[in-house]
Every structure is written in structure tokens, then in C-alpha cells.
Nanobody, 115 residues
Framework: QVQLVESGGGLVQPGGSLRLSCAAS????????MKWFRQAPGKQRELVAS???????RYSDSVKGRFTISRDDISNTFYLQMNSLNPEDTAVYYC?????????WGQGTQVTVSS
């Protein structure tokens, strides 16, 4: 079993920045893919960014150039640096870890972009 705990969400003004964290604990494998998803009210959950254990990163077109996914393998913590935020980024953000063909989810953290 893997436990994921997100933190770092909050209220930010348009143009501002936030950094989300996702701390993984439990039975950690060295081969994995970590993903950040988000879900806005009334919309489907969408993939925002991913990073593999080999370091390959991918981003959705909507966040490319503004968001950066990174990791600290020593602490098993993953990050999503979000810059130039706009109201369309308002959503609950979830981290997801896939290892051993099993996916694990965090509880989500709310990000609200509003003036």
C-alpha cells in the first residue's frame, strides 16, 4: 500500500504562483510514474503533468510553460510548481502514483485563483 498526502493549495490572485507537494509513504517502488490531475466543478478530471522514475516529464497543453513537475526521491515527495495562474486553473488537484500496475490517489488539495 502507498499513501499520498497533498499540500500547498490555497487562494491566489491571477498571475500568482503556488507549489503543490505530494508526499508518498508506505511500500515505495523505485519504478513508478507520478501524475498530477485536476478536477474543476462540473468537469471531468484531467491530467496536468507527469514524471516517470526515469525523469521523463509531460504536460498538458493548457499548463505547458507555466507548470513544472519535479521530485525529490530521497524524501519521496513530488511537486507541482504553478506559475502565471489564471481562474481557469481553479480546481481540486490530485496526485496519483502508479507502481506495480496499481494506481494510488491522494485526497486532493483545492486551488482557487481569484481576485
Amino acid at each position: 500500500q502507498v499513501q499520498l498526502v497533498e499540500s500547498g493549495g490555497g487562494l491566489v490572485q491571477p498571475g500568482g504562483s503556488l507549489r503543490l507537494s505530494c508526499a508518498a509513504s508506505g511500500s515505495i517502488f523505485s519504478i513508478y510514474v507520478m501524475k498530477w490531475f485536476r478536477q474543476a466543478p462540473g468537469k471531468q478530471r484531467e491530467l496536468v503533468a507527469s514524471i516517470s522514475s526515469s525523469g521523463i516529464t509531460r504536460y498538458s497543453d493548457s499548463v505547458k510553460g507555466r507548470f513544472t513537475i519535479s521530485r525529490d526521491d530521497i524524501s519521496n515527495t513530488f511537486y507541482l510548481q504553478m506559475n502565471s495562474l489564471n481562474p481557469e486553473d481553479t480546481a481540486v488537484y490530485y496526485c496519483n502514483r502508479i507502481q506495480g500496475m496499481i494506481g494510488y490517489w491522494g485526497q486532493g488539495t483545492q486551488v482557487t485563483v481569484s481576485s
